[in-house]
């Protein structure tokens, strides 16, 4: 029996079990700021914008946190990590 060597396509968007990982249905974080984000928009001025958007904003993160953590390809984890990235830079731009 032979054992085919894993590419690198394979080894960044390959789960374990050699499944295709690119997509995924949208976990609770995901649901959060899809709701927060689309309410930040119905609430556009005041306390209620602002704590929409900072909510929003922590689901996203929580995300980022648990794909870096436990992402099923290293694509994924590699995606926390940029989504992550990207939002502390955002809290230290001018």
């Not at 374990?16 to 119905?42: A, E, T, Y």
Request: positive net charge; proline residues 3%; aromatic residues 14%.
């Amino acid at each position: 029996m032979t054992h085919k060597k894993a590419t690198l396509f394979d080894r960044i968007f390959k789960d374990r079990d050699g499944k295709l990982i690119i997509w995924q249905r949208p976990n609770v974080p995901i649901w959060g700021w899809i709701l927060f984000s689309v309410l930040g928009l119905v609430f556009k001025h005041g306390a209620a914008h602002t704590g929409l958007h900072h909510l929003a904003t922590a689901s996203l993160f929580v995300w980022a946190y648990l794909e870096i953590r436990s992402g099923a390809s290293i694509f994924r984890q590699i995606l926390g990590g940029v989504v992550m990235t990207g939002i502390v830079y955002g809290f230290f731009r001018p």
